[in-house]
């Protein structure tokens, strides 16, 4: 059930023709074991194509464009690999020279893939801009040496690491999802929602919007959901208004 003050606060802001931030894992579809089917079902994709017509919308996502649009086959706005690059009315852009590392990433997946060998379980996804190491199938007594594994990895290539919910990931250093998005806005009145530790530097960084937190945990957002399906229940109001 959607919180009266949360209403409150979007009808205020709808007046104002608010740019509309939304994370995807988590937010619009489940956290799921295989993140390789994380597909949008016909509801999400009917409603965010509703969503885009009205308000200028973006997906912002640690996935890469590629990923994302396989997953969400519309035309729709993104800011990808956690802040690094966005794509807007399908011209691409990369923050803070992160196209850089595009080499640094090819080579740390190259040492690294074996890594699957020694720890059964483990999965590794080559990103454009990062490598990420998925955990969910990983017997948790061998956690600590991977992850120590990782973290010298970062240290010897200069890169940054990021431990989220059954992932560790590599990405780019120095951007972050709350950076991008205050570029992107200007200054804009904005909705943010999300629901992992990254999405926090989005909700601090952009105190002025409305900011949810979907799903457990702390969080500095104003306003908080249960899970994706509340989240969808948002959009739904938003486009009732």
Same mark, same amino acid.
């Given at each position: 059930?959607?919180?009266?003050?949360?209403?409150?606060? =979007?009808?205020?802001?709808?007046?104002?023709?608010?740019?509309?931030?939304?994370?995807?894992?988590?937010?619009?579809?489940?956290?799921?074991?295989?993140? +390789?089917?994380?597909?949008?079902?016909?509801?999400?994709?009917?409603?965010?194509?509703?969503?885009?017509?009205?308000?200028?919308?973006?997906?912002?996502?640690?996935?890469?464009?590629?990923?994302?649009?396989?997953?969400?086959?519309?035309?729709?706005?993104?800011?990808?690999?956690?802040?690094?690059?966005?794509?807007?009315?399908?011209?691409?852009?990369?923050?803070?020279?992160?196209?850089?590392?595009?080499?640094?990433?090819? +080579?740390?997946?190259?040492?690294?893939?074996?890594?699957?060998?020694?720890?059964?379980?483990?999965?590794?996804?080559?990103?454009?801009?990062?490598?990420?190491?998925?955990?969910?199938?990983?017997?948790?007594?061998?956690?600590?040496?991977?992850?120590?594994? =990782?973290? +010298?990895?970062?240290?010897?290539?200069?890169?940054?690491?990021?431990?989220?919910?059954?992932?560790?990931?590599?990405?780019?250093?120095?951007?972050?999802?709350?950076?991008? =998005?205050?570029?992107?806005?200007?200054?804009?009145?904005?909705?943010?929602?999300?629901?992992?530790?990254?999405?926090?530097?989005?909700? +601090?960084?952009?105190?002025?919007?409305?900011?949810?937190?979907?799903?457990?945990?702390?969080?500095?957002?104003?306003?908080?959901?249960?899970?994706?399906?509340?989240?969808?229940?948002?959009?739904?109001?938003?486009?009732? =208004?």
């Amino acid at each position: 059930m959607i919180d009266g003050q949360l209403k409150d606060a =979007i009808q205020q802001i709808i007046r104002n023709d608010p740019i509309i931030f939304l994370d995807y894992d988590g937010t619009l579809v489940p956290i799921i074991m295989n993140p +390789e089917d994380s597909y949008a079902d016909d509801d999400l994709k009917n409603l965010l194509s509703e969503t885009k017509a009205r308000f200028d919308t973006f997906i912002v996502t640690g996935r890469s464009p590629e990923e994302i649009r396989r997953f969400l086959p519309i035309d729709i706005n993104l800011i990808c690999y956690h802040g690094a690059c966005s794509i807007i009315n399908g011209r691409i852009e990369y923050h803070n020279g992160s196209d850089r590392f595009i080499p640094v990433f090819d +080579e740390i997946y190259e040492v690294t893939r074996s890594w699957t060998t020694q720890f059964p379980g483990l999965r590794i996804y080559r990103k454009r801009m990062a490598v990420l190491y998925h955990l969910g199938l990983m017997d948790s007594r061998f956690l600590q040496e991977l992850r120590s594994k =990782i973290e +010298e990895m970062a240290r010897t290539r200069g890169v940054e690491v990021y431990y989220g919910k059954m992932i560790i990931e590599l990405r780019v250093p120095g951007v972050n999802k709350g950076s991008a =998005i205050r570029s992107v806005r200007c200054g804009r009145p904005a909705i943010i929602a999300g629901d992992d530790a990254t999405d926090e530097l989005a909700f +601090e960084l952009n105190e002025d919007a409305v900011t949810i937190k979907v799903g457990d945990g702390s969080s500095s957002a104003k306003f908080r959901l249960s899970d994706y399906r509340e989240m969808r229940s948002v959009l739904r109001f938003i486009l009732s =208004i």
